[in-house]
């Protein structure tokens, strides 16, 4: 945690910082006390709305934190920030956690949180399909995600479920960096795209591509991602982390006590360079998949579907200890605080 510090100038400067304070009053002074808070991000995606609600609508601010969002353009690179110190906290698909524990690392990553419980993206066809199968996909190429990342694990996850091999009965082109698959597609490449949004939304606007299938609905519940800290950092600071999760409780709530509409208002300053419209649809195809749990308590029986997901994916050979990996101390009693 970093802390602002005030240079000792003598015993004159501390009497007038003292008259200072007190005519101040305790606005300043509640300002002044609060904590402030790193948080990385794997994207800035309005799949992620309750933590944005809970940005503009000032509930970290109630809670004592001053938040620092910054986008750490993959869990990779979060991970990787959160380990270092760089970061107090990271939000990202969870089996992160997973792959440094299995890793060795001493000072591992705990999971206190989970925002997401159903996956974010879906799959574009460049024609429109009434009745999509998932055995149209037999033959075909598509544009899919990165080797061990979730959303590439989740797509294979729902073909094996659906009798289909993801090695041998079509081709999926990893080789495209996150983000860019959008762009390849409306350039020519693929036959399918797996797409978060804007991107799949944006496709359609353009002509570009028409979404088929939500890779959420047809996986089922999953801990998508998930509010993660270095074990040491949450038994050092137990009390940010409390109040931390108390904020994001509190955008859960407005969540599922709103309408998409009036989510996407709230939101809207998060994405200047996206119309209301295009947000409030991007926000209504989350809304009606259930996509955001009612709270933030990171479930066993979640947690060991994400570890038969990777052991199917063949990134885990054998189960890891839930207890270790997961707290969910702060996400329930912020349930019970928070209504």
């Known amino acids: 945690m970093k802390k602002k510090t005030i240079k000792k100038t003598g015993a004159i400067a501390l009497v007038l910082l003292s008259l200072a304070l007190s005519v101040i009053g305790c606005g300043r002074k509640e300002s002044e006390g609060k904590t402030k808070v790193v948080l990385t991000e794997v994207a800035h995606s309005i799949f992620y709305a309750p933590m944005y609600v809970a940005i503009e609508e000032g509930y970290f601010d109630e809670e004592g934190i001053e938040l620092e969002l910054v986008n750490g353009f993959g869990a990779d690179k979060v991970m990787t920030a959160v380990l270092s110190g760089d970061t107090d906290i990271g939000f990202m698909g969870s089996e992160s956690s997973i792959y440094t524990y299995v890793g060795g690392t001493q000072d591992y ?27 149209m996909l037999r033959g075909k190429e598509v544009l899919g995600g990165r080797a061990g990342g979730m959303p590439e694990m989740v797509f ?13 009965d079509l081709s999926i082109d990893q080789s495209i960096d996150f983000g860019s698959t959008a762009a390849a597609f409306s350039g020519g490449q693929g036959e399918f795209t797996v797409e978060f949004e804007p991107h799949a939304t944006l496709l359609e606007q353009k002509g570009d591509g028409y979404v088929v299938a939500s890779l959420g609905e047809d996986s089922g519940y999953v801990p998508y991602t998930a509010f993660s800290a270095k074990k040491s950092y949450i038994e050092e600071n137990p009390e940010i982390i409390q109040a931390f999760t108390n904020a994001l409780q509190k955008g859960m709530n407005y969540v599922n006590s709103h309408t998409p509409e009036e989510i996407a208002e709230v939101i809207a300053p998060q994405f200047e360079e996206t ?65």
């Open 109 to 135: 990553v705990v999971n206190f949180a989970q925002l997401t419980q159903r996956a974010g993206n879906f799959l574009v066809a460049r024609e429109s399909i009434e009745d999509f199968s998932w055995d």
């Open 275 to 339: 119309d209301i419209d295009t947000i409030t649809a991007i926000v209504e195809r989350y809304y009606e998949q259930d996509t955001w749990k009612e709270n933030l308590i990171f479930e066993e029986d979640a947690f060991e579907l994400l570890e038969n997901i990777l052991k199917d994916s063949g990134v885990l050979e054998s189960n890891v200890p839930y207890d270790e990996l997961v707290t969910t101390d702060f996400a329930g009693k912020a349930a019970e605080a928070v209504k």
């Open 156 to 168: 294979e996850y729902i073909l094996e479920k659906n009798g289909i091999d993801p090695e041998n």
